[in-house]
C-alpha cells in the first residue's frame, strides 16, 4: 500500500520584510515552488550571508534541507528561526516534519500540536499529526485529525487518502473506501490512491473493479509497482518477486498496528510453529546458536529464539518494522536491507537461519537457497514456512498478492542446493477473509 502523504508548509503563504532583500527573497521563493531546490538554496543562503537572523530565509532554508533529506541541516536552521519567532504554525509544521523525519516522534507531535493551539484551523498540522500519531500508534487520535483536517478543508486529497490507508488498514474497508473515492473525485489522476483503492477491493473479494483501478494506476504512472504486482496476480500471470517498493510500502504502512492484527485478528502463529519445529530436530542440544532471523519485520520471532543465542540478527527490508523490532531489545543487530545481499556476503556464520512468512512475497527461492546454504555452517538448520501451492513442481502467484510454494517444489530445489529435508509439518499458518491459509513449516539442514 502506498504510504501516507506529508506535507510541508506552503511556501506562498510566507509574509516578506518590506526591506530591500525582499526582492532576492521572493526569487529564491519562485525557485523553491519551482522544484528548483539548487538555485533557492543558494539564494537563501546568500541572504543569510549578510543577515544571519533573516527569519524567512532561515525557515525556507530548513525546509530545503527537509526537502533534500538533510533533517538534521534542517533541524538546526528551524531551531534558530523558532528562538526568534516561536508564534509561525507553517515553521512549527515544518520543524514537525523535519523531527518526524530524524525519528523524534513526540517532540514532533508537540511541534504540530503548538502549531494547532495558534492556529486552530491550520488543516495541514492536523494532517501531519495524524501521521506522527500513527506511528505511536494512536489510531483513534490520528482518525480525529485526519478527519478534522478534511472538516477545514473539504478538498484535501491527501488528508483523505491518509484517512483511506489508516481505515484501511485497522480494516474499516467501507469508511476506506469511500476516503479514496473522495480523494480521487478531488484530484483524478492520484494514481496512488487509486491504486489503494484498487488493493482494498481486491481485500473485499471485489477483483473486476480492482483490475480496473490497477489498470488506471499504470496509465498514470507506469512505475506504480504495487498495481503492477497486484494486476498480475489478478490476471493470473505469475512473475519471479514481489516489487521492492511493494513490500516495503505494505509492511511500513502497517507498521504501528502490524503485531495486534496479525497475532490478535489473523490468529498467526508461524514463529511458535518455526520454534517447535526446529526445537525437535535440535532434541537435546544445549550450545547456543548463531541465528539469522530473515524478514524479520517487528521481531516476533525473537523473543522465541533468544534464549538459544549467542548471537541473534534480524534482516528486514521494511526501516518502520524493524524500529518496532529494536523495541523488543532481544536482536543483538538489525539490518536494513534485502535479505539476499545479506545472506551473500555471509559464509558459513549460522546454525540456524529463520523465515517466517517472507516467502510469500519471493517467488523463485533458488537464489536464497543458494545464498543460504553458504550463509549456514556445517549441519546448519534452514527453517521457513511456505503457503500450499498446487500439485506441481512450481510456484505460483496467488489472487491475493502472495506467492504459493508446492512441497515439490522446495523438495527439488533443497535437493538441487544441498540441503536434506529434516522435518515438514502441514499447518494452517493464518486466516484471510475468515477462511484458513494453509502451509508448511519446513526445516532443512546443510548436508555439506
Keep these: 500500500m502506498k504510504k501516507n502523504k506529508h506535507k510541508s508548509g506552503n511556501t506562498s503563504r510566507l509574509e516578506l520584510h518590506p526591506d530591500e532583500l525582499s526582492e532576492k527573497l521572493d526569487k529564491a521563493l ?21 543577515h544571519p537572523d533573516y527569519n524567512d530565509a ?53 511541534a504540530f500540536k503548538k502549531a494547532i493551539a495558534i492556529k486552530p484551523n491550520f488543516s495541514l498540522a492536523h494532517n501531519n499529526l ?81 483490475v480496473s483501478l490497477f489498470e488506471r494506476a499504470i496509465e498514470l504512472n507506469k512505475n506504480n509497482a504495487m498495481a503492477q504486482h497486484l494486476l498480475a496476480a489478478l490476471q493470473g500471470r505469475t512473475t519471479n518477486t514481489a516489487p521492492e517498493s511493494y513490500v516495503i510500502g505494505l509492511f511500513d504502512g502497517a507498521a ?24 525437535y530436530v535440535q532434541g537435546e542440544k544445549s550450545k547456543p546458536l548463531d541465528i539469522l532471523d530473515i524478514g524479520c519485520g517487528t521481531g516476533l520471532c525473537g523473543p522465541l529464539f533468544k534464549p538459544w543465542a549467542t548471537k541473534l540478527v534480524g534482516v528486514d527490508i521494511a526501516p518502520k518494522m524493524l524500529k518496532q523490532a529494536a523495541e523488543r531489545n532481544v536482536y543483538d543487530q538489525l539490518i536494513t536491507g534485502d535479505i539476499l545481499p545479506v545472506l551473500r556476503k555471509t559464509k558459513s556464520a549460522y546454525d540456524i537461519i529463520l523465515a517466517a512468512d517472507v516467502f510469500i512475497y519471493i517467488g523463485d527461492l533458488k537464489q536464497i537457497f543458494e545464498a543460504g546454504k553458504k550463509a549456514l555452517k556445517a549441519d546448519g538448520l534452514f527453517a521457513f514456512s511456505v503457503e500450499s501451492g498446487n500439485d506441481d513442481d512450481q510456484f505460483s502467484l496467488l489472487t491475493t498478492g ?32 475468515n477462511a484458513p491459509v494453509n502451509g508448511f513449516i519446513v526445516v532443512l539442514q546443510n548436508s555439506a
Design 30 to 50: 519562485k525557485y523553491h515552488q519551482a522544484g528548483k531546490l539548487q538555485k533557492a538554496k543558494a539564494l537563501y543562503q546568500k541572504v543569510l550571508k549578510s
Design 58 to 110: 532561515l525557515h525556507m532554508l530548513g525546509l530545503v534541507f527537509h526537502q533534500s533529506g538533510d533533517n538534521n541541516a534542517a533541524l538546526r536552521l528551524y531551531n534558530k528561526a523558532i528562538a526568534n519567532n516561536q508564534n509561525s504554525p507553517e515553521l512549527l509544521t515544518n520543524f514537525g516534519n523535519a523531527l518526524e523525519a530524524t525519528g523524534k516522534i513526540e517532540d514532533a507531535i508537540a
Design 130 to 210: 495524524g501521521n506522527s500519531l500513527i506511528i505511536r500508534g494512536k489510531n483513534d487520535e490520528a482518525i480525529a485529525s485526519f478527519k478534522k483536517a478534511v472538516a477545514l478543508e473539504p478538498n484535501y486529497a491527501d488528508a483523505y487518502f491518509n484517512l483511506g490507508n489508516l481505515l484501511h488498514a485497522t480494516h474499516k474497508l467501507d469508511e476506506a473506501a469511500l476516503c479514496f473515492r473522495q480523494a480521487i473525485a478531488i484530484e483524478p489522476r492520484f494514481a496512488d490512491a487509486i491504486s489503494n483503492l484498487g488493493k482494498l477491493l481486491m481485500d473485499k473479494g471485489d477483483n473486476k473493479e480492482a
Design 256 to 279: 504501528g498496528f502490524f503485531d495486534q492484527h496479525l497475532v490478535e485478528e489473523l490468529d498467526y502463529k508461524v514463529p511458535q510453529y518455526l520454534q517447535s519445529a526446529v526445537s
Design 402 to 433: 502472495r506467492y504459493a510454494h508446492p512441497l515439490n517444489y522446495i523438495r527439488k530445489l533443497a535437493a538441487a542446493t544441498g540441503f536434506r529435508e529434516v522435518k515438514t509439518d502441514a499447518r494452517v499458518l493464518r486466516t484471510d477473509r
